[in-house]
């Protein structure tokens, strides 16, 4: 439905969909097989380090 709503608001990139396609499989893969590998706590820790150094990139521009 997300996708749906913004492609009502706004352009589609279709140009993107392939690398987006491959961005999504390759984390889920790598995220499962370290979640597995390395277990839960990690993948918490690994997580929190980067939203919160998305967060900074998104204040600080």
């Known amino acids: ?3 749906l709503t913004l492609g009502f608001l706004a352009e589609i990139r279709w140009s993107w969909l392939p690398v987006l396609l491959a961005g999504s499989l390759l984390g889920g893969y790598l995220g499962a097989h370290l979640a ?6 990690w993948i918490k820790r690994a997580f929190e380090a980067i939203a ?3 967060g900074i990139k ?4």
């Open 1 to 3: 439905m997300g996708a």
């Open 36 to 41: 597995i590998k390395k277990g839960n706590r």
């Open 52 to 54: 919160l150094v998305i």
């Open 58 to 61: 998104l204040i600080w521009g």
